[in-house]
């Protein structure tokens, strides 16, 4: 190594300066510094969550539905039986409306309208629609379909509250998904003497599939979550039912309700329900990777 | 230049009947649906096509008559009038963004996918105008079949299914899929290579076998014109030759268009070749011609790597 030995100076000119060297070392901690306030509060949910939510599981927790007597408390209360199966209901309503409205909104977009005017309108109302808060996704469902019908609350209403807020997330990942679809396999497709509608359905979906699905679970995701489209669409209820024309139960409502009771052992249960919840949209954002994952196109 | 040795045993493998076999086959099969041939092909062409026993099918030809070609409102054909011979193989070359890969995917109508492009004059396939308002573009493009420079097998589906696809896509009818497969790989010299391992990805095959794949893929529609733009660009020299073998190989049954930057390869393929210069059609003639003694000073120029 030193056979050759540099001349003096010859490293240093290439060297950086000292001054260079603290302002990398500063900007550095300064990142990492953000970095690790923006990791204690994730931390302490984590942390509170399972303290606090941990203590009221048990089996019954899960197998039994509210009593609705909330002054009592001990094993009186109930579990959240129904506001598991109600949210699941739901959730699975809405994204049985959004997800085949989204992917053809999505197909729409990339295959036919692309720059039209209208394709162009439709994007931006659609990110208009991602930023809309979701309570006002309720209050139109509630005006239109509770108030306007002159009838009362169900959980199908619920159902389309969650499917407005799933619809933009639906479109707006579907279109970059399609978009990723590289242009050559549509053409060889079309130079084989396809019609456009088989070239679409047997070679562009499937090829984009795996990013579609990652899409929709990441809705469904996000609207299992809400309580505010729901909390006067779908309303609360104790029993467990699969009418989704009745008062339906849920994860997120029984939390906002639970959490505004004076007793101690239905605030613990509100505690029990956030942590299920939470634990089952972890589950879906990680099944959405490992879907991901699969995806071809990345 | 192509070596005479690979391409005698591929010939070995196909027997000498297999064309008429295919087209006795894809005449009736076509004759009910009603969409393919009959709209295109003339009354009096189809009549003068030769006998099932004869030699080789006869391919059509494909004419050019004053087409011009826009990107909105660049003009990127300046009005081409170009013959392709029937069972020829025809190269055009010329420098980069001179018009040729415009001008063959103005052939089988792909030019008008891209937005805002458009053609205006004639494309007569054997003598029926492709732009014709009564003609479906479907059944244009399953008569032109087209190769890419880039070997694009879809990526969802297996060796079979990519061949299928083509069948698959274009038809409802439920057909014989796996004998229409294996003639279609066997016509495109990758039979052997891929028979054992026809339900594994088209996208697992090396870029040689890729672009194989799709030209099996365009042979198995039963096109009568094929189509190729720079089809060798992604592959290494090995590979190269064997497309190069099987171009020689598919011109007894159908016409061949390729498109090529490479001079030696037009040389070593082409029949017939043309120079292209800012969208317009410098000289056109026999290869041998066009690269020893050109009639345009500029095909000259380009020819002997004064410029391109």
């Keep these: 190594m030193s056979a050759t030995a540099p001349p003096a100076g010859a490293l240093a000119r290439l060297a950086p300066s000292a001054a260079r060297r603290r302002r990398d070392m500063l900007a550095r901690r300064i990142v990492m510094a953000a970095t690790i306030v923006a990791l204690i509060p994730l931390a302490l949910i984590i942390y509170y969550l399972l303290r606090k939510g941990l203590g009221s599981w048990s089996p019954s927790f899960f197998t039994s539905d509210p ?76 005006i239109v379909l509770v108030v306007g019908t002159g009838s009362t609350y169900a959980g199908y209403k619920g159902s389309i509250a969650l499917s407005l807020l799933m619809l933009p997330i639906v479109i707006r990942s579907g279109e970059v998904v399609l978009l990723l679809v590289p242009d050559s396999l549509r053409e060889s497709a079309l130079a084989l003497g396809a019609p456009r509608w088989r070239v679409i359905g047997s070679v562009v979906l499937p090829t984009a599939l795996p990013g579609m699905l990652t899409g929709m679970l990441l809705a469904v995701a996000r609207a299992a979550g809400e309580t505010a489209p729901l909390l006067f669409t779908a309303a609360a209820a104790n029993a467990t039912t699969i009418n989704l024309g009745g008062f339906m139960n849920s994860l997120p409502v029984q939390i906002y309700n639970d959490i505004t009771k004076p007793t101690n052992a239905v605030v613990e249960r509100a505690w029990g329900a956030a942590l299920t919840l939470v634990l089952l949209i972890l589950v879906l954002n990680m099944v959405a990777r490992l879907v991901s994952r699969r995806n071809r196109l990345a | 230049m192509t070596n005479p040795e690979p391409r005698s045993k591929v010939a070995e493998m196909d027997p000498e009947g297999r064309p008429e076999v295919h087209r006795s086959e894809a005449a009736p099969a076509n004759a009910p649906a009603g969409g393919l041939r009959q709209p295109i092909v003339p009354e009096a062409a189809r009549a003068a096509e030769p006998e099932p026993d004869g030699g080789p099918a006869a391919a059509p030809a494909v004419q050019l008559d004053g087409l011009r070609a826009y990107y909105g409102d660049s003009m990127q054909l300046k009005g081409i009038d170009l013959e392709f ?38 494309v007569l396939l054997e003598g029926a105008d492709v732009y014709d308002s009564s003609v479906d573009v479907v059944a244009v493009r399953r008569a032109i079949g087209m190769v890419f420079q880039k070997p694009n097998p879809f990526p969802t589906m297996s060796v079979f299914d990519n061949v299928a696809a083509g069948l698959r896509l274009t038809s409802r009818r439920r057909q014989k899929l796996d004998e229409k497969v294996e003639r279609a790989l066997r016509g495109a010299g990758l039979w052997d290579e891929v028979k054992d391992r026809l339900g594994e990805p088209g996208l697992g095959l090396s870029g040689g076998q890729q672009q194989r794949l799709c030209i099996a893929r365009s042979l198995a529609v039963d096109p009568e014109v094929i189509l190729m733009d720079e089809p060798c660009s992604a592959l290494d020299p090995i590979a190269t030759l064997k497309i190069e073998e099987l171009i020689s190989e598919l011109k007894e049954r159908v016409t061949i268009v390729i498109v090529t930057h490479n001079m030696q390869q037009a040389a070593r393929v082409a029949d017939r070749t043309a120079f292209m210069l800012s969208g317009e059609l410098v000289e056109v003639g026999p290869t041998q011609t066009i690269f020893t003694k050109p009639g345009d000073p500029r095909t000259e120029d380009y020819v002997t790597g004064k410029f391109g």
Excluded: Q
């Design chain 1, 67 to 142: 009593t609705g007597n909330t002054f009592f408390g001990g094993s009186k209360i109930g579990g959240i039986k129904s506001a598991i199966l109600g949210t699941i209901e739901m959730v699975g309503l809405a994204a049985a409306i959004a997800i085949p409205i989204g992917v053809g909104v999505a197909v729409w977009l990339v295959e036919y309208g692309r720059d039209s005017w209208f394709a162009h309108a439709v994007r931006f109302f659609t990110d208009v629609m991602t930023g809309v808060p979701s309570i006002v996704f309720g209050l139109f469902v509630y």
């Design chain 2, 85 to 122: 011979r029937a069972n020829e193989v025809t190269a055009i070359i010329g420098p980069s963004g001179c018009g040729k890969s415009t001008l063959i995917r103005c052939i089988n109508r792909m030019h008008e996918e891209i937005p805002g492009a458009r053609a205006e004059g004639r």
